[in-house]
């Protein structure tokens, strides 16, 4: 009988693996190299195509290779290599189910990737202009392998439900301008230039415009007929969302009751602060009554815009001299108003490597709406900005000294980064910005709508029972037509928001209850921090140890807490 042979050693450290997966995933994904701020392809788009997909699977499972054959050097390398290990384990464990084919959703997919990196290119030169130029020639090619993945997941069974084809055909219409127009002929012709790169423009604005336009058709005439009706993904699905989203493996069951416990709580404060602002009117007549109130509403986007600009800097400034460590290029946020195209809300997209990009609060707004009530957005933009995932996401590409690459630029999950995001809201009421019962009435509908996430999300997909004692359908199992309701008649959140909220969440199974999720470990680590350290606890220096760690899965963050 002969001994196993010994498993093979790797002689690069765990920091050398970490960046050179960095240095090759960029290279297999140029938009990815031009979010992270890697020069060179950013006149190119990815291999969407199933060669391409099975190229960075196989980079995945290289790397997890390597990573298993590499002795930690110490406690540092430990969390390096955990935090490496856990998304990359989740990347594996996505591409062999297959559904990575059949990406396809109404918020966060190669749809809305390949349209949104442009947002992101700089625009000063005419080289930069040129660059752009070729990038939209290359939309066609990464859109027909796109279409390619799309096709091969259905022949395998692998297709996202209709409603998600169809909402996704819409926004192909807006991006190819179907009815007036499109995304690129805009940026072109916004360009201001003339001669022979106007000309370049203009192609490819065509070319990509017209590419849009193909993949609109593709969705309804050849995926829509083999699209499910059925929107709820099941358990299978659901688990291997949540995992990806929230870097950990929750009971669910658990975690839907917390979510219905929360939500109440939650609930029973929102309806007293209400009660302050307009007595027997309840949340709903409050939040009208705040609404038509001129000191709550800006005009047009422009106003929005330098409102979310104002309020951003005054956070930066106030917030920066006490209670948060915010240096150098993290002290600049951006504000823009969103394009077209998307679904409504805020998102924020982070810097590039040498901040030469600053991180960028968005705002995406339907394109006939023309007054904003602040009240309600406050909060919202103390969660994208400062101290949500601006100071956050900033914070990790700027720890150059003591993180590797992936962990500065890749190693974020929603449960991290939106976990934080919502803790930095309750953060900031702490801290005494909310103290006008209209702002904390917005703060406290923003908290209730993200624990809703959490039953919503968790109930649609599992069609769960709806229990007792929550005052809504008690007793029946989730639909989409009652997360709807629910959303509309037990929370104050713009109609229009949460009917694109639903479509979110059945496109993207297990996202949603990553806010409250991420939350409730950064409020137990804080909690616990304190009970060790008890009158020397110093909050601003646990804040920056844990941002200095780069992002995570909510697993090793747990870990992380523990030791601060």
């Not at 190669?110 to 625009?123: A, E, G, N, W, Y």
């Not at 709406?369 to 994208?384: D, G, K, L, N, S």
Request: aromatic letters at 8%.
């Amino acid at each position: 009988m002969t001994k196993a042979d010994p498993p093979a050693t790797d002689d690069r450290s765990i920091t050398d693996i970490s960046n050179t997966l960095v240095d090759q995933l960029t290279a297999l994904s140029p938009t990815l190299a031009t979010y992270v701020g890697r020069p060179g392809s950013d006149d190119r788009l990815d291999d969407l195509s199933p060669e391409g997909l099975r190229a960075q699977h196989e980079l995945v499972t290289r790397t997890l290779s390597a990573l298993d054959a590499t002795e930690p050097a110490g406690d540092d390398d430990v969390v390096a290599a955990d935090v490496l290990a856990e998304r990359l384990a989740v990347e594996r464990d996505k591409a062999e189910s297959g559904w990575n084919l059949a990406n396809l959703n109404v918020i966060d997919s190669p749809l809305q990737t390949v349209r949104m990196i442009f947002d992101l290119m700089p625009t000063d030169t005419e080289d930069d202009w040129a660059t752009i130029g070729r990038r939209m020639l290359a939309v066609p090619e990464a859109l027909a392998g796109y279409r390619a993945s799309l096709a091969a997941g259905a022949a395998a069974g692998r297709v996202s439900a209709l409603r998600q084809v169809t909402k996704c055909a819409e926004q192909c219409d807006t991006y190819s301008g179907a009815g007036g127009t499109g995304f690129f002929a805009g940026l072109a012709a916004g360009a201001g230039r003339d001669g022979e790169l106007a000309k370049e423009l203009a192609a490819g604005a065509t070319a990509a415009d017209a590419a849009y336009g193909d993949l609109a058709q593709f969705l309804r005439t050849e995926l829509a007929p083999m699209a499910p009706a059925k929107d709820a993904v099941g358990r299978e699905r659901y688990v291997l969302g949540s995992r990806d989203f929230l870097g950990a493996t929750v009971d669910l069951e658990e975690t839907y009751a917390w979510g219905w416990q929360e939500f109440l709580d939650i609930e029973r404060e929102l309806i007293e602060v209400a009660e302050r602002i307009a007595p027997g009117a309840g949340p709903a007549g409050a939040a009208k009554q705040l609404d038509a109130d001129p000191k709550y509403r800006v005009q047009g986007t422009d106003g929005l815009q330098r409102w979310m600009q104002e309020l951003s800097d005054r956070a930066v400034e106030e917030l920066g001299r006490s209670h948060f460590d915010i240096q150098g290029p993290i002290r600049t946020l951006a504000c823009r108003i969103a394009p077209p195209g998307g679904g409504v809300g805020a998102y924020y997209s982070g810097p590039n490597d040498d901040f030469s990009r600053p991180g960028t609060m968005w705002w995406s707004v339907p394109a006939d709406r023309q007054e904003f009530p602040t009240w309600r957005e406050t909060t919202t933009v103390y969660h994208e900005g400062v101290p949500g995932h601006h100071l956050q996401i900033a914070t990790a590409v700027a720890s150059r000294e003591n993180l590797n690459d992936f962990q500065r630029l890749l190693a974020g999950t929603s449960g991290h980064a939106e976990g934080w995001a919502l803790y930095a809201e309750r953060l900031v009421r702490e801290l005494g910005y909310l103290d006008d019962d209209a702002d904390l009435l917005g703060m406290l509908d923003a908290q209730l709508f993200r624990a809703a996430r959490v039953v919503v999300d968790i109930g649609m997909h599992l069609e769960f029972v709806i229990p007792a004692g929550t005052g809504f359908h008690e007793g029946e199992r989730w639909t989409p037509e009652l997360g709807l309701e629910f959303l509309l008649t037990r929370t104050i959140t713009d109609p229009a928001h949460s009917k694109d909220e639903i479509d979110r969440y059945l496109g993207w199974p297990g996202q949603a209850p990553a806010y409250k999720v991420g939350e409730r470990i950064w409020l137990q680590g804080r909690e616990a921090a304190r009970q060790r350290h008890g009158d020397t606890f110093d909050p601003r220096a646990f804040h920056t140890a844990a941002l200095r760690a780069g992002g995570m899965g909510l697993d090793p963050l747990a870990a992380l807490l523990r030791r601060l």
